[in-house]
């Protein structure tokens, strides 16, 4: 079946300092989403990318999806301590199930 | 717009013994999906609901089976439970099949079995 993978597992930064976590899959990606979970959280639907070397931006995240619709990252400039949290990633199966990455745990020190 | 709820939001049962969590989806949208994620690792997915129909399921034995009803809300049961069946049981919903939505989760009911 599908996999989804994401790298590094953990992050630990420096406020302040920039942050990229990457997501690779096994087969061709219909869309990615990408997730936040905050520490005790669930988890929050940031944005979904669906062409083909989409690139979107939300204030200081910026998102990518590779050209071949098979890896997708996310980029955050100037960490600042409400960053911290777990990000995934997810993407569509053939059966229509929303695979989610093993996620990248983010912690910034102040 | 009230978001996803579930409840209990905590339940501690006994090994064997048999659970189910109820999840209401925000007002419009159809398909309901579980997920179980256990302590500190990733989402595995569970169960797909829309319009009534159990539409898909992931890799989890027949002892997890759940329904959805006419007004869209789930529930999940877990039947015969085990040690490892203790996660954090998230429910989430979308407008529509999963296609071009993003998920709307619910905070989750948080489950241990001794």
């Known amino acids: 079946g599908q996999q989804v993978m994401q790298i590094p597992q953990y992050q630990h930064v420096q406020e302040g300092e920039d942050f990229t976590t990457y997501c690779n899959s096994s087969?061709?990606?219909?869309?990615i989403q990408w997730y936040k979970q905050r520490p005790g959280g669930h988890p929050v639907f940031l944005i979904q990318?669906?062409?083909?070397?989409e690139v979107k931006k939300q204030k200081r995240l910026t998102f990518q999806f590779g050209e071949a619709k098979k890896n997708s990252s996310l980029h955050i400039t100037a960490t600042q301590t409400t960053d911290v949290g777990t990000y995934f990633c997810?993407?569509?199966?053939?059966?229509?199930?929303?695979?989610f990455g093993s996620g990248t745990r983010l912690l910034v020190r102040p | 717009e009230a978001g996803v709820t579930q409840s209990p939001t905590h339940l501690i049962k006994t090994r064997g013994q048999q659970v189910t969590l109820r999840c209401s989806p925000i007002?419009?949208?159809?398909?309901v999906y579980w997920y179980q994620q256990a302590l500190g690792l990733g989402l595995q997915f569970l169960l797909w609901?829309?319009?009534?129909?159990?539409?898909n399921r992931g890799n989890f034995p027949p002892r997890f089976s759940g329904r959805q009803f006419p007004n869209y809300s789930s529930e999940l049961n877990v039947n015969a439970l085990e040690l490892e069946d203790s996660a954090l049981y998230l429910c989430?919903?979308?407008?529509?099949?999963?296609?071009?939505?993003?998920?709307?989760f619910g905070s989750g009911t948080r489950l241990t079995v001794v």
């Open positions: 989430a919903s979308s407008r529509g099949r999963p296609l071009g939505y993003g998920y709307t």
């Open positions: 087969t061709t990606l219909s869309n």
């Open positions: 990318l669906v062409k083909s070397g």
């Open positions: 997810a993407g569509l199966d053939s059966s229509y199930k929303l695979i």
């Open positions: 007002s419009g949208h159809t398909s």
């Open positions: 609901y829309d319009e009534g129909e159990e539409r």
